[in-house]
């Protein structure tokens, strides 16, 4: 029996004030979208604004495309629900059994603070529903209480240095994560690491997306 995912996407194109554009990570919703319907799963997009994501540019360079981001660019259908998401403050809990934030730098402008966003979270965990994101989705994390003693992963410092946005990002977030009693590990720059805690789900990076996906239904 199929199980509904609820993927919050940021509505944040700005990355800080550098003039330069940001969004979502395609791999990061591409990979994952495309495992979880493979697997029969239904999946609902949603945003702050209610309006497409936006997608950073970056990450359609050649070198960040997988066989599963081509399976997208051919996904009608899927790439019909990105394109009409419903609203963030008109979803309801009680209609998902899973919640999962693709990254990208956007979530840091947005979503971190956004109210709708962390009561969502709280809410998910305290029905005990399924709470994933990777890469710098976890950043959604650092204003609730669920990562508190929890095993958690995320965008590295180290792999913040290589991208050259160390001195760009409000914080860093594997030390806001741990700053806000998160328990983080990391494994190889790049490489995938995925730590999964009770029904808390969480990969450090964009090729970590896959095996985001496979914990979201192996725990489902």
């Known amino acids: 029996m199929g199980k509904s995912i609820l993927f919050v996407l940021t509505s944040n194109d700005k990355l800080g004030d550098t003039g330069k554009k940001t969004g979502s990570w395609l791999e990061e919703f591409a990979a994952p979208y495309e495992l979880l319907t493979e697997a029969g799963h239904s999946v609902t997009f949603c ?31 899927g790439q019909k629900k990105f394109n009409s998401p419903k609203k963030l403050s008109d979803v309801s809990v009680s209609d998902y059994d899973a919640v999962f934030y693709p990254g990208g730098h956007g979530p840091v402008w947005d979503l971190a603070d956004d109210k709708t966003s962390i009561a969502l979270i709280e809410a998910f965990a305290q029905a005990d ?17 669920v ?11 180290t792999e913040e240095e290589a991208v050259g946005l160390t001195k760009v990002m409000p914080y860093l977030l594997e030390d806001k994560l741990k700053a806000n009693g998160g328990n983080y590990s990391k494994g190889d720059d790049w ?30």
Do not use: R, Y
């Open 129 to 145: 529903k399924v709470v994933a994101s990777v890469c710098h989705g976890p950043v959604v994390f650092v204003n609730t209480s």
């Open 47 to 77: 945003t702050p604004s209610g309006e497409a994501a936006p997608v950073d540019e970056g990450s359609k360079a050649e070198n960040f495309l997988t066989k599963l981001t081509a399976v997208w660019d051919e996904d009608e259908e």
């Open 147 to 157: 990562i508190q003693g929890k095993n958690v992963t995320g965008f590295s410092n």
């Open 191 to 220: 490489g995938s690491h995925v730590v999964v805690d009770g029904k808390l789900i969480t990969g450090q990076n964009p090729g970590s997306s896959e095996e985001v996906a496979k914990a979201i239904m192996k725990l489902l």
